[in-house]
């Protein structure tokens, strides 16, 4: 629009020199919040995925706990109790202490995929930047009219 030109109101005020119109405002807000949006979007995103990082090495760590604990445990637990009583420990002795030595890997193993879930935590940092743009948006006020556009608002 030219300056001079009737606007859609019909006013004919010409904007002042690098003044914005309302438009021009309006466009430029959308902008940023859209922009704004995206970024706590992309935030939450790479929160979340560190989480499941930590998670997935969790679960594999548990995952091999297990697989000690049903699929070693019956073919080593002979070859290692016989070795054992071949050492000269009584053959009952030997089984025992081979049941021991499964139990304390399990134990070690459960022990790191307990300390990797424990690592998960919530997306502070997104949680925190949506409260300030929620606290902000929520608090925001347009400028007052000034007493010329107010005039011509009456005409």
Avoid: C
């Avoid at 690098?18 to 979007?41: K, N, P």
């Avoid at 091999?64 to 070795?83: E, N, Q, R």
């Avoid at 139990?103 to 022990?111: I, M, P, R, T």
Wanted: net charge neutral; hydrophobic share 50%; aromatic share 8%.
């Amino acid at each position: 629009m030219s300056a001079g030109s009737a606007g859609p109101s019909g006013s004919s005020r010409a904007p002042y020199e690098g003044e914005r119109t309302v438009g021009q405002l309006f466009a430029a807000a959308t902008a940023d919040l859209s922009a704004l949006v995206h970024d706590e979007i992309a935030l939450a995103k790479a929160e979340i995925r560190q989480d499941v990082k930590r998670g997935v090495a969790g679960s594999a760590s548990g995952i091999v706990a297990g697989v000690f604990l049903l699929a070693s445990v019956p073919m080593l637990s002979f070859a290692a109790a016989y070795l054992i009583h071949f050492w000269g420990v009584p053959l009952g002795g030997s089984f025992a202490l081979v049941a021991v030595a499964f139990w304390l890997l399990a134990a070690v193993l459960g022990l790191l995929a307990w300390r990797s879930f424990k690592k998960i935590e919530p997306p502070h940092r997104t949680i925190e930047g949506a409260q300030a743009t929620a606290e902000v948006l929520r608090n925001a006020r347009p400028r007052p009219a000034t007493p010329e556009e107010l005039a011509q608002l009456e005409r």
